[in-house]
């Protein structure tokens, strides 16, 4: 706490406008989880309060910092993130300014991503700059830092099941056109409810799209091995519990349309379509490219894809030139054959020992069902990882099977009813058993007095 006016808790529930799409963050049952409020509806202007991280080792150069946020305060609240970097020189640490954030209070958990570039023990710190408002506050939730590069654009589709349900097959829904880093301009393309081919999956493609002219003309055409990855974020609050989906899709300037010859990649000015957005703004759309299975829906409504009724889709364009020229071989390393010398004055032929094969891949020839996923076991046995549910689950060798909490329940009962049937005809047989048994001891028993009081009867002498 840097200052005492200004307060942070740890907040279970509240009666405030976060409170009412707290569901949508809650990693609980029934809307229920815990997240940090820095209030400032009491202090002064300019009063400030800090939270602070455990100490952090990173690994490498680069980290992302995730977590969700809302704003509930005035125009004038800021959120600033710092981290406190330690060394020998500074073993009370030193902060750094990575990223303020500020702007129009939103009844929405907005996804922020913030990229760090620490190489020494530190801390991440949160910061909140109370302003001239006096109601409300900066809430934080789903914090995770990872060593990996942040995303660079975010479409977020709210309604998301309502999009898959009413959208008809075989119609796309496009996101905002977004900038790379180094100039071009893309979208992606979502058939929520599927293709012609394909329906029930989801489709997604990637676009080129015209941007600023100007800059459009100073860039490469065929735009030159560029990779788009588009991405559909599990929202689980864990980072290293969540299974996003993804697909990547690389510009190859060399590819062309099949049966025109066109270049697939080229200027959207000369191979793509004018379309116009939801405002009214006209541009080109190029030819896409991707996949109409990039996920069943079934799979979308499962895990955390869906949260607060929102899906999250995540976007990067990597410049991947640096792949393409060929790696040189390596030397062979085999030794030379003993006894044997060669003639200083005759020419050797070049070593044209192919290089080592790379070892088998056994999941090349396995094909694991249902969104199963083949891995190598040790390296030498294929295994199907099978998809998994809230409840329901694939199993088999190769994720051929289906099984739910709700099939055990039925299989429970069906095993119950038939236990009880057997116990019911055990002891009836029983019974009956039992019951013919002691009637024909009893009969035995009954024969065998008759026959003594027979013989036991005198005849009555004649008295005439």
Known sequence: MEDPAMEV????????PSVMDRERRASGAQGMGYFMYFSTAKGSVGDTARLESRLLYPKRGYQCLQFFYYHSGHLSDQLAIWVREYDEANPNGTLRLIQKISGTPEALW?????SLDVTKKFRVVFEGTKGSGNSGGLSLDDVNLSETTCPEH??????FKSVMENTAVGTAVYSPRFHSKDGYTF????YPNGSES???ELGAYAYLTSGDEEIDARLVWPCPWKQITMMLMDQHADIRKRMSNQRSVTTDPTKTEEGSGTLFWDDPRRVGNLVKDEDGIEYYRGPGAGTSVYLTQARALSRDFIKGGDAIFLFTMEDISHLVPPQPLPSTTSPPT?????DPTTPTAPNTTNPTAPPHDPCTT????NEGMCVADNGREA??????????WHYGDRCQFKSSTQDNVVTAAVASVVVFASMLVVTVVTVVCLKKKYTWKANEMGGAIAMQNVHGVLPMPDTK
């Open 9 to 16: 808790e740890e907040v279970l529930h509240r009666d405030s």
């Open 187 to 190: 979208q992606m393309g979502l």
């Open 154 to 159: 975010v479409w977020r589709i709210k309604n």
């Open 383 to 392: 295994v199907c990882r099978c998809a998994v549910g809230a409840d329901w």
């Open 198 to 200: 394909s329906p029930g």
């Open 338 to 342: 003993n006894g044997t010398t060669a």
């Open 366 to 369: 396995v094909t694991c069902e």
């Open 110 to 114: 907005q996804l922020h991503h913030v």
